[in-house]
């Protein structure tokens, strides 16, 4: 079994910047990708962001493509969402995730206000 636990979500204004972490624990963290994935109330949980084993290589969501960087410090089993320029279309719960979906995180929750 994996664990993450995500925090850093928290209350915002527009134009803010925020940056979430997602701590693992319980399996080698580097023999994943690693995700993070939002979703709004009443709405499906879609993809924001992706970041190879190594942190080499990233991957984005248009939405969030330019604003948001995600990163992970192997040596401390972390993964980060570093996001910038808010706006109130962000406000979302956001959870982290191995890449194949397998382990979750029970999320944080980020609101901008406009």
């Known amino acids: 079994q994996m664990q993450l636990t995500e925090s850093g979500g928290g209350l915002v204004q527009a134009g803010d910047s925020l940056r979430l972490s997602c701590a693992a624990s319980g399996r080698t963290f580097t023999n994943y990708a690693m995700k993070w994935f939002r979703q709004a109330p009443g709405k499906e949980r879609v993809f924001a962001a992706e970041v190879s084993w190594s942190g080499n290589s990233t991957y984005y969501s248009d939405s969030v493509k330019g604003r948001f960087t995600i990163s992970r410090d192997n040596d401390k089993n972390m993964m980060y969402l570093q996001m910038n320029s808010l706006n109130p279309g962000d406000t979302d719960v956001y959870y982290c995730?191995?890449?194949?979906?397998?382990?979750w995180g029970k999320g944080t929750l980020v609101i901008v206000s406009s």
């Open positions: 995730a191995t890449d194949n979906r397998e382990y």
